[in-house]
Each structure stands twice: as C-alpha cells, then as structure tokens.
C-alpha cells in the first residue's frame, strides 16, 4: 500500500524532470540544426565569408543593399513567385479533381490512387532527368506526339519564355498526387449525414452539394495543402538543377538555386545567407498569411 | 452515365500521369540510337545490357552504399527520438509544453534550404563536413515524426501504463516494453517515409560533401546526368535503378504511407 503511494506521488513529482530526458535527443537536434541555425543565418548575412577560411570579415548591411541594387536578384524573386503562381493553384485544383472523381468509386480505387501517387515517390532528380527526355526538342516524345497534328517542334526547356512552364509542369505532375491524398481524407471524414439531412432541405444537384457541404468541411485539408504546396514551392531546387540549371538566360534561376550557386559553387555564404534570410522572411509571411485568411489555425 | 464518364476521365488521367515512369523504362531498353530516331512504343530488340552498362559506368555501388548507410541511419534515430518525444508530449504533463509545442509546429514550416548556409558552417565547426556523421546528424530529429507518434499515442488507454506504474516499472521501461511494442503502424510509417526521402534526397549531400568518396545516390545520378547528357537508353536505366527503392518500399506499404500523409493533414 505504501509503495503504491509512493510511486504515484513520485511519478508526479519527477514528470517534468522525466519528461525533458525523454525530449532531450530530439531537442538537441532541433536546436542545433534549426533553431539556432535561424539565428545563424542573419547573422551571417553581415558577413562576408568565402565558407573555406577561419576568418569572416563583418560588412553590415552590405550584403543586403548588394541584393536590393541587384537586377539580378529580383528576376530570381520574380521567377520564384511566378513558380509559385505556376504550380500552387494548378497543383491544388488537380488533386482535389482527382481526390473527388477517386471519392465514391469503387473499382480501381487502390490502383488509381496508387497512379496518382507514384511520381510523388520517385526522386525529383530522377524525375527531372526522365523529363529532360520527354520535352527533348529533336526526339523527345512529347515534340513526337505534336509532330503527328503537324505541329512544330516546341523548345520547352530551351526557350526563355517556355521553360518555367515545362518546369512547372513536371512540378504538378509531380505534387498533385501528394494533395490528392490530402483532399480524399478530408473527404471521407465528412459524415454523411450532412448529405442525408441537404436532401431534406431540398439541396440538390451536384454542385450545390459541393458548394454548401463539401467545400465549407473540407476547409482544414484546403488550408493545409494550399500551406504545404506553397512552401514545398518556395523550397524547390532538384527538378531546376537536373532540368535547366537555372537557364536559359537565368529564366528558370529561383530563390533557392540562387543560394545554392552563391553559397556552394562561388562561395559567397554571407551573400547566400542574405538570400537565405529573404526567403524564410517570404516563406515565414505567405504561410501567416495563409492562416489569417483562412480563419486562425483550424487547418494545422 | 455518370460514373462512367468519371471513370474515363480518372482512367485517361492515371495513364497519363504513369506515363513518364513507363517512358522511361521502355527507353531504357532501347539502343540509343533507335531512342532517338524512332518514337515506336516497345524497343524492337529489349536490350537489358543498358543496366549493366550505366551501373559499371560511374560509381553507382558506392553510392549506393552512401545512401543506404545515410538513410538507414537517419530512419533509425528519427524513429528512436521521435517516439521518445511523442511518449513525452502525449503523456507527461509539464511545464512549458505548449510552449513547446509551437516551436515544434514553426519547425515544420521553415525549409531546410534556408538553413544550408549556417549548417554547412555548424558542420564545417566540428568538421563533419564530408563525413557519415555530418549527412546524418542535421536529420536525426524531426517534428513530423515527433507529432506522428504523439498522435498515434494519444490514442493508447492509458490504464496500460497505470497498472505497471503501480509495480513500480519505470517511464522508460514502460515506453520500451509496453507502448512502442503497440506502435507498429506509426513505426512503419515513419521509418518507410524517412527513409524513401533520405534516399531522394539531393539538397543536403549536394551542400555538404565535396568529395567522391562521399557521393549520394542522387548526387551520382546528377553527375551521371552531365557525363551521359544524349545517351538516353543509358540515363533512363541509370534513373531506374536509382528510383526502384523508393517505389518498391512504397508499393510494399502504399496503405501506410498514405495514412501518414492523410493524418498529418487532417489532425496534425
């Protein structure tokens, strides 16, 4: 009787004790690779520093006013948002097509889904490297299919106006599967009372239905993928380093590849951390934003 | 009529959307030059050498190494620390905790990408620039896999613990003998997902390893890329056989995997 007493007093007292030696490895981790490196990076980007030698020479502000004054710097932030303009809605409006023709089937369903999926799994470098093969301008499958309908061959990756669409479009093909799966749980948690209580109230027709019910319930899944498919935008660099290595003509450069060339290949760290500092800034606002608009954090 | 129509639709899409994936392997089977000069769907003879060839071409064995001892690893010790910390946070009440929570929640948002340039410059402190230690450690710990197992534990009755509490077992032992042995599915999942994008991977060996030696398989792939730039036959297996774990895992776990995704969704 005593001992029993004793230990759930002892569980009591101890918890918070307990409870940070069981946080304590992951703690460590996060802290040293992502917490404390979010304040490393603004403050390396007073710095300039080549990556390679001990000394960092401090420079202020300079690193910041060099990308302001820069052209070069807000083509990058307009081709990132333009990939983002690119591949965000169309992204979203397809997985949630899919997610709602895959909803009441039946037959199939696992197959199909499991179509849809497949490229979410495959390496974007991978993938990037098959679709340097289908947009290939002489032999490439996609100018072969158009050649059959006479039309001409289309430079996708080679045009400066045609590559960040041909970017983009490997770049659906390669999220829509990932928000399909999103929007089909968020469909199957809808009860469906909801629809046996419209058909009462006279709701009817397959669009009503999805306005009034549907679309309103499926708020937390549209939040989440529109949150997710944003950053996953923002941070994308394979498909660019395997398809266009930024080009032609810097057309295809964004945010992230530009850090990777000004930090890795010309080792100008401090420079790249400005960069670096630019873009948690862009992915820090678009995700708040995203939150207020859709009404607080019921979608996290 | 309807339904048929959705069918058709959903059925034309699913092609379209494999299509790539089976490009790719019929012109890996093809010679080179009957990839470029002939859009016939099969390869007139099925030349499986390709993979032999592309395989003793660069590196590939190595690489293959690297990415398994990095991504098994990382799978490992995500795994461990993350059912560690779930345990805590669904379980022990403490102070802080919310507090905590958040911060854990922000993580989620923040691109590694963003923090290359200051964990390139951690690494190169310690000088685990190049090493096992240096691709590994940055993603021993993750919030995904910390809410993924607080989730999953959350749902556990908690009489379970209660009584071994009362003989006296510790909290770690009841952890390790009593819920992780009930953790299956969030185990599986967790491990197959990490370990499907370790090996993905391209951002962080390509930042923070410079030498060969070192080289990653999608790395490998990249360089492949450069060196055999029109030998398509030859890119297309190459890509193949880097890609295959990745999609086998998945298709040996396809109910998992799209659990965990469809759970972080919804109740993450």
């Known amino acids: 009787m005593t001992r029993k007493k004793r230990s759930v007093k002892y569980y009591k007292h101890s918890s918070s004790l307990a409870a940070w030696m069981f946080l304590l490895p992951a703690m460590a981790v996060i802290s040293v690779f992502v917490v404390y490196p979010m304040f490393k990076v603004l403050y390396l980007g007073f710095f300039k520093w080549n990556g390679l030698s001990a000394s960092m020479e401090y420079t202020g502000l300079a690193n910041y006013t060099g990308l302001f004054y820069s052209s070069g710097f807000w083509s990058i932030l307009w081709n990132s948002v333009l990939f983002t303009l690119l591949t965000v809605p169309a992204s979203f409006v397809l997985g949630l097509a899919l997610a709602l023709g895959l909803w009441k089937t039946a037959i199939l369903k696992n197959v199909l889904r499991s179509a849809f999926f497949v490229p979410v799994v495959v390496s974007t470098v991978g993938a990037g490297i098959v679709w340097v093969w289908l947009f290939n301008y002489n032999s490439g499958i996609i100018n072969g299919i158009l050649s059959l309908f006479s039309v001409k061959p289309v430079n996708w990756l080679g045009s400066e106006k045609l590559a960040m669409l041909s970017v983009s479009v490997m770049t659906i093909w390669k999220t829509a599967g990932y928000n399909m799966v999103i929007f089909l749980a968020g469909l199957h948690s809808i009860p469906e009372v909801y629809y046996e209580t419209c058909l009462v109230d006279g709701v009817t027709g397959n669009w009503k239905k999805f306005y009034y019910i549907t679309w309103p319930l499926l708020r937390p899944a549209s939040v989440f993928v529109a949150v997710t498919t944003v950053i996953f935008s923002f941070r994308s660099f394979e498909q660019i380093y395997a398809m266009t290595r930024g080009g032609p003509v810097g057309s295809t450069k964004i945010l992230v590849y530009h850090i990777w060339e000004q930090g890795f290949r010309f080792y100008r760290m401090g420079y790249a951390s400005a960069v670096s500092v630019v873009l948690l800034v862009l992915v820090l606002t678009v995700t708040f934003v995203q939150f207020k608009l859709s009404g607080g954090r019921d979608g996290a | ?268």
């Open chain 2, 1 to 268: 009529m309807r339904k048929r129509l959705i069918y058709i639709f959903l059925i034309i899409a699913s092609l379209l959307f494999l299509f790539p994936v089976i490009w790719m392997l019929v012109t890996s089977l093809k010679t080179s030059t009957e990839a470029v000069t002939s859009l016939s769907f099969l390869p007139s003879e099925f030349r499986f050498s390709n993979y032999y060839t592309a395989w003793i071409s660069s590196n590939f064995t190595a690489q293959f190494i690297n990415s398994f001892i990095v991504a098994s690893c990382v799978t490992v010790l995500q795994v461990v620390t993350s059912a560690m910390s779930g345990y805590a946070l669904a379980r022990i009440d403490f102070k802080g905790k919310n507090t905590l929570l958040m911060v854990l929640l922000a993580t989620l948002i923040i691109p590694f990408q963003v923090l290359a340039v200051p964990v390139f410059a951690i690494l190169k402190n310690i000088g685990a620039v190049n090493t096992y230690t240096g691709l590994i450690l940055p993603s021993a710990a993750n919030a995904f896999g910390i809410f993924l197992f607080k989730q999953f534990f959350e749902k556990i009755p908690r009489e379970l613990e209660e009584a071994a509490f009362i003989d006296g077992v510790s909290r770690w032992n009841v952890l390790w003998k009593i819920i992780v042995p009930l953790s299956g599915p969030p185990m599986v999942t967790l491990a197959i997902f990490t370990f499907v994008a370790e090996w993905n991977d391209l951002f962080k060996p390509l930042i923070l390893t410079s030498s060969s030696d070192m080289r990653t398989v999608q790395m490998g792939l990249g360089v492949f890329q450069e060196q055999f730039m029109t030998d398509y036959p030859l890119l297309m297996a190459a890509v193949t056989f880097v890609t295959i774990p990745g999609i086998v895992l998945f298709l040996m776990a396809q109910k998992r995997f799209i659990q965990g995704i469809a759970g972080t969704g919804i109740k993450g």
